[in-house]
């Protein structure tokens, strides 16, 4: 049974003792067991002495990309990315971008509301990823700076299963129904029943590609049956597999 487990591996530079051989067979095995290796910064060493760097695609900080692509030329080292993800090995370009990667197995896990939610509460705005379809409605709509918008935002982040009627916005926002859409329309471009529909949208399709059917996707994220998410889909041009 594949191990669920996540092995992070810190970088290091300078005078500090190397892990023992002991180690790296640890990580071969956790690996070999189905399990998932992510090197942060210059861990990715740590990875290549362990020889899972070989066939595959890898970044490290750009100070020592040369470095990584000497010592293991069978590696593919992409010099422009912030984290790449290959096999169950994930490796990042630096210490901040160790948040990224993160996020992004928190999303793989538990979905991108889940990691939306942790991001919020790093004041992390912004989900770093060179490809934008990967990126989660509430990464992509909060990049502004108006904390009305925040507070609702909130809201229907945390609810957005619920039926939440407009005058419950606008008392979270302490103003007229026709301003708080104004302003979310401002400040997002969408209206907040379009960002609660997007936001459920996502997360079904989440579960769905998590072997979930249509109809159990449906009314995990609120609504009675699948006919609504099965014409959203359709709209955006999801195939409706299930």
């Known amino acids: 049974m594949p191990s669920a487990a996540i092995f992070r591996v810190p970088g290091w530079r300078g005078p500090v003792r190397m892990p023992d051989a002991g180690t790296f067979a640890r990580l071969r095995d956790h690996h070999a067991a189905g399990g998932t290796l992510a090197g942060v910064c210059a861990g990715a060493d740590a990875l290549g002495r362990a020889g899972l760097l070989d066939g595959r695609r890898c970044t490290t900080h750009h100070t020592v990309q040369d470095e990584l ?24 370009a630096g210490v901040a971008s160790g948040i990224d990667v993160a996020l992004h197995l928190l999303s793989v896990r538990h979905g991108p509301h889940a990691a939306g939610q942790v991001a919020r509460t790093m004041v ?38 619920e039926r939440l009627p407009l005058n419950l916005l606008a008392r ?10 104004r302003l979310f329309r401002d400040a997002t471009g969408l209206t907040p029943l379009a960002y609660q529909t997007a936001l459920r949208l996502e997360r079904a399709e989440h579960l769905i590609a998590q072997g979930a059917t249509t109809e159990t996707a449906a009314r995990d994220v609120g609504y009675e049956d699948a006919r609504m998410l099965r014409r959203l889909r359709a709209r955006t041009g999801v195939r409706a597999t299930r």
């Open 69 to 92: 692509a000497r010592l293991y030329p069978r590696a593919h080292v992409v010099r422009d990315a912030l984290y790449v993800v290959d096999e169950r090995v994930v490796t990042s």
């Open 124 to 161: 992390v705005h912004a989900h770093r990823d060179g490809a934008a379809r990967q990126i989660s409605m509430m990464f992509r709509h909060r990049s502004h700076v108006d904390e009305t918008v925040h507070r609702v935002q909130d809201l229907i982040d945390t609810q957005f299963t």
């Open 172 to 181: 979270t926002a302490c103003c007229s129904e026709r301003t708080v859409t």
